[in-house]
Nanobody
Framework: QVQLVESGGGVVQPGESLRLSCAAS????????MGWYRQAPGGQRELVVN???????NYADSVKGRFAISRDNPKNTVYLQMNNLKPEDTAVYYC??????????????????WGQGTQVTVSS
């Protein structure tokens, strides 16, 4: 079991920056990857960026060069630094972790865990 708690969302103007934080707890050593997804109003949840336990990152084209993911392992926290925010970045941002899940006879080697989401609004 992995629990994720996001923070750092808010309302900013275009061109400004935000840093989102995701604190993880639970079976931390089992986490295979973490990342950020977002869901705009009326849209589908989409990948922003993820990072594997080996440090390999994968960014959506729309955020390359503007967003950066980082990890603070002692604090069990992953961050999303968002620079030069645009109105189209407005969405609920969700922290994601991939980790095994076991419950009796059920085993999922790559279950997705999600945070509660934090709202990011970019508007002039």
């Amino acid at each position: 079991q992995v629990q994720l708690v996001e923070s750092g969302g808010g309302v900013v103007q275009p061109g400004e920056s935000l840093r989102l934080s995701c604190a993880a707890s639970g079976s931390l050593l089992s986490i295979k990857a973490m990342g950020w997804y977002r869901q705009a109003p009326g849209g589908q949840r989409e990948l922003v960026v993820n990072i594997t336990s080996r440090g390999i990152t994968n960014y959506a084209d729309s955020v390359k060069g503007r967003f950066a993911i980082s990890r603070d392992n002692p604090k069990n926290t992953v961050y999303l630094q968002m620079n030069n925010l645009k109105p189209e970045d407005t969405a609920v941002y969700y922290c994601n972790a991939v980790a095994p899940y076991r419950d009796g006879d059920y085993y999922d080697p790559r279950r997705d865990y999600w945070g509660q989401g934090t709202q990011v609004t970019v508007s002039s």
